[in-house]
Nanobody, 122 residues
Framework: QVYLAESGGGSLQAGGSLRLSCEAS????????MAWFRQAPGKEREGVAV???????TYADSAKGRFTISRNNTKNILYLQMNNLQPEDSGMYFC????????????????WGQGTQVTVSS
C-alpha cells in the first residue's frame, strides 16, 4: 500500500514562488511515474507535471518555464517548484503515482494524496 502526503501550499501574491512536497510511504513500483495535478473550484482536475522513470519530465503548457518537478529518491519525496505564480494557478494540488503512458488521464494514476491548497491573489 502506498500513501502520499502533500505539503507546502499556502496563500501568496502573484509573482511569488512556492515549493510543494509529496512524501511517499510504502512501495512504489520502479516503473511508476509520479505526477502533480491541480483542481480549481468548479473545474476538472488537470495534470501539471509528471516525472516518469523512462521518459523523464513532462509539463502541461501552463506550467512550462515556471514549474519544475523533481524527486529525492533517498527520502522518497516528490517536489514541485512553482515560480511566478499567477491567480489562475490557484487550486488544490495533488500528487499521484501510476503508469504515465503519455496521457494525463486520471485513470492511469492509481494512488492519490489528499492535496494541498495554493491560493494566489492579484
Amino acid at each position: 500500500q502506498v500513501y502520499l502526503a502533500e505539503s507546502g501550499g499556502g496563500s501568496l501574491q502573484a509573482g511569488g514562488s512556492l515549493r510543494l512536497s509529496c512524501e511517499a510511504s510504502g512501495h512504489i513500483y520502479r516503473e511508476y511515474a509520479m505526477a502533480w495535478f491541480r483542481q480549481a473550484p468548479g473545474k476538472e482536475r488537470e495534470g501539471v507535471a509528471v516525472l516518469d522513470p523512462d521518459t523523464g519530465t513532462t509539463y502541461a503548457d501552463s506550467a512550462k518555464g515556471r514549474f519544475t518537478i523533481s524527486r529525492n529518491n533517498t527520502k522518497n519525496i516528490l517536489y514541485l517548484q512553482m515560480n511566478n505564480l499567477q491567480p489562475e494557478d490557484s487550486g488544490m494540488y495533488f500528487c499521484a503515482t501510476g503508469i504515465w503512458g503519455g496521457s494525463w488521464s486520471r485513470q492511469h494514476f492509481t494512488t492519490w494524496g489528499q492535496g494541498t491548497q495554493v491560493t494566489v491573489s492579484s
